[in-house]
């Protein structure tokens, strides 16, 4: 299917809003054996984190909340390796389980704002792109559409195009795409705007605004 694209927007966040909670704050408290988590009030909550957090070399900090986080997913040696890596570099971005890297970012942003920027600092990117089919071409966007049509404008040395070229060319299912695009919102008039890594996409990864290609479908034998 024939698809025109426009890139409407593009911004670099250091952020993402509301994916941490109280309740994450209290539990991360009580790992950190903050005394009576549970009395202090919400408006203190983070601030009393963060206190916590500083009181522990950054490594230990990181391995309570990678624990918190992954201990289903991560050996114990796994989260110590991962904690040291990720208070020396980006160890979050090039991580080989790229399910893991939305929340690995977002484990980032916390250390980094507890520490005052002396942990690696990352990025995410925010692009609105606008999609055009074929008249009365009734298309379901998914994250693997989507990102299949962003691709046509891409560079060559992008990271996405050099790693998923077969998925890109519908040859292999692209199941990559729903860990590589992190957020998805439908806006009005064929708009959508989605969240990633600044490592996979950024504005620079982008040769025009307005590009059109073909996206082809994955299909079972």
């Known amino acids: 299917m024939k698809c025109k694209v426009t890139i409407e927007d593009i911004n670099t966040i250091q952020e993402i809003e509301n994916v941490w909670t109280n309740a994450d704050y209290v539990e991360l408290l009580d790992m950190m054996e903050f005394p009576d988590a549970n009395k202090i009030s919400d408006d203190e909550l983070l601030e009393m984190l963060f ?118 060319s519908g040859e292999v299912e692209f199941v990559e795409a729903n860990s590589i695009i992190w957020e998805m919102e439908k806006l009005e008039n064929g708009a959508f705007s989605f969240i990633t890594s600044d490592y996979w996409i950024n504005e620079e990864d982008f040769t025009k605004s307005e590009f059109e290609g073909v996206i082809n479908d994955f299909e079972e034998d």
Do not use: C, W
């Open 51 to 168: 206190m916590a957090i500083n009181d522990l070399k950054p490594e230990e900090a990181a391995e309570i909340v990678l624990a918190y986080k992954f201990s289903d997913k991560l050996t114990k040696g796994q989260i110590e390796n991962l904690a040291h890596e990720m208070v020396e570099d980006s160890a979050n971005e090039e991580f080989a389980d790229i399910s893991m890297h939305y929340q690995l970012f977002n484990i980032n942003r916390l250390l980094y704002k507890a520490y005052n920027g002396k942990v690696p600092n990352t990025k995410a990117s925010v692009i609105t792109v606008s999609l055009k089919f074929a008249q009365n071409e009734k298309v379901q966007i998914t994250k693997d559409i989507l990102l299949k049509a962003v691709s046509i404008g891409l560079s060559e040395n992008n990271l996405v195009k050099r790693l998923f070229a077969k998925q890109l």
